[in-house]
């Protein structure tokens, strides 16, 4: 793994398990990037209620899950769990909708 996401992870106190993790991604840009498939709606009303950074699991989460991957997260209440959930779901579903999946 890159040397900047271990950093990135021991920051951030993001403990992983597993191989071939993807790269957490500290952005929302970052993860539009990597995932075209992402839903910008969502990424866009976010913006505007001044969400500007996902938070830790969030970082870790939504980049596993656009890959179909299966997650087990442990993290506070409040930290953000179900938007990490919620927005790889629904891009998911809305691509499953138009029949690309």
């Given at each position: 793994?890159?040397?900047?996401?271990?950093?990135?992870?021991?920051?951030?106190?993001?403990?992983?398990?597993?191989?071939?993790v993807p790269e957490a991604q500290?952005?929302?840009?970052?993860?539009?990037?990597?995932?075209?498939?992402?839903?910008?709606?969502?990424?866009?009303?976010?913006?505007?209620?001044?969400?500007?950074?996902?938070?830790?699991?969030?970082?870790?989460?939504?980049?596993?899950?656009?890959?179909?991957?299966s997650i087990l997260s442990c993290?506070?209440?409040?930290?953000?769990?179900?938007?990490?959930?919620?927005?790889?779901?629904?891009?998911?579903?809305?691509?499953?909708?138009?029949?690309?999946?």
């Amino acid at each position: 793994q890159p040397k900047e996401n271990i950093n990135i992870r021991k920051r951030y106190k993001i403990r992983i398990k597993g191989s071939d993790v993807p790269e957490a991604q500290c952005t929302f840009d970052d993860m539009k990037a990597s995932h075209p498939k992402i839903l910008k709606s969502v990424l866009g009303r976010l913006e505007k209620s001044n969400i500007s950074q996902p938070t830790p699991i969030q970082m870790q989460c939504i980049p596993l899950l656009m890959q179909h991957r299966s997650i087990l997260s442990c993290a506070p209440t409040g930290s953000g769990k179900t938007l990490g959930f919620a927005l790889p779901i629904l891009s998911h579903l809305k691509k499953s909708k138009r029949g690309n999946g």
